[in-house]
């Protein structure tokens, strides 16, 4: 018997070097996109919310309110909060993708490519990034009906503001979802913190004489520094009154110091990237 010869074939791994982690940031971004433009039924019902916040509930409670806000519309008011509040949705929906990915296994095809795992944790913060800013420009293409005016210089500061809130809840997300590992946890984890963030931030009701605890808990919260500065950016816009202006915007105060808009989008900025550091070093460790 003549001993069976087995053919070896050699198999070539290409080097590592910044093109090729390029294009694998590139295909993760890119495959986020195809996900989303794909699923319309995710693109409306992510929308619903932020809708009925808008043109339902504020109307229904403008009746109570008219008194305090001096003639400005309570839509008006809400409006930037729920442009950061459906961003927020939309950048946590596409940061549980990841843990979707690991539960199907097809998280595990991506770590074998010869890539860092960094390109792939920043793929995904592109392309959630690139979602949620999206999502925000839709809403944004409504700021006409709620009496916020379409000034060139408004329209490009807002967009400025999504890219940054949009990019730091991501990189928030990423973070939570390296540490979760069964898509069913992941979303009673963003529900914890979807709601508490978002109704503490201020998007709903100005931060001006609120209690004390809450308002050191407002302070605490990220997302109050993404809230305050966009609506300062559409107050700046609007003909009202300053009593109207003090009352509803007064902009976040620290010991009596009022916070600068520049200070709080980068405030935002260095969450984002925080959260983008540690999602890459738990990601960097996941078997």
């Not at 973070?175 to 201020?202: E, I």
């Amino acid at each position: 018997m003549s001993a069976a010869t087995t053919e070896v074939i050699a198999v070539r791994v290409p080097e590592r070097s910044w093109r090729s982690e390029v294009r694998a940031v590139r295909a993760v971004w890119w495959r986020d996109l195809i996900r989303f433009t794909d699923d319309r039924v995710r693109i409306g019902t992510v929308l619903i919310q932020p809708l009925l916040f808008l043109f339902v509930l504020a109307p229904g409670l403008q009746t109570l309110s008219a008194a305090s806000t001096d003639g400005v519309d309570l839509s008006t008011f809400m409006f930037p909060g729920v442009l950061c509040m459906a961003m927020w949705f939309s950048a946590m929906i596409n940061a549980a993708s990841l843990v979707m990915d690991r539960e199907l296994g097809f998280l595990r095809e991506m770590m074998v490519a010869p890539v860092r795992r960094s390109s792939i944790v920043l793929g995904k913060c592109l392309g959630g990034t690139t979602v949620a800013t999206t999502q925000g420009v839709i809403l944004l293409a409504l700021a006409g009906l709620v009496h916020v005016p379409y000034d060139p210089v408004l329209l490009l500061g807002i967009f400025g503001l999504q890219l940054l809130i949009a990019f730091m809840v991501t990189a928030l997300g990423l973070m939570v979802a390296t540490t979760v590992r069964q898509a069913q946890s992941f979303n009673g984890v963003m529900q914890v913190l979807v709601f508490p963030t978002v109704f503490l931030s201020g998007a709903m009701y100005p931060v001006s004489k609120l209690p004390s605890w809450l308002g050191v808990v407002n302070r605490l919260n990220p997302l109050t520094y993404a809230v305050d500065p966009m609506r300062r950016l559409v107050f700046d816009r609007l003909d009202i009154s300053e009593v109207a202006r003090h009352r509803l915007a007064p902009g976040v105060t620290w010991w009596g110091w009022q916070v600068p808009s520049l200070v709080e989008a980068a405030i935002v900025l260095a969450i984002g990237l925080t959260m983008l550091a540690l999602a890459i070093s738990r990601f960097a460790r996941t078997e």
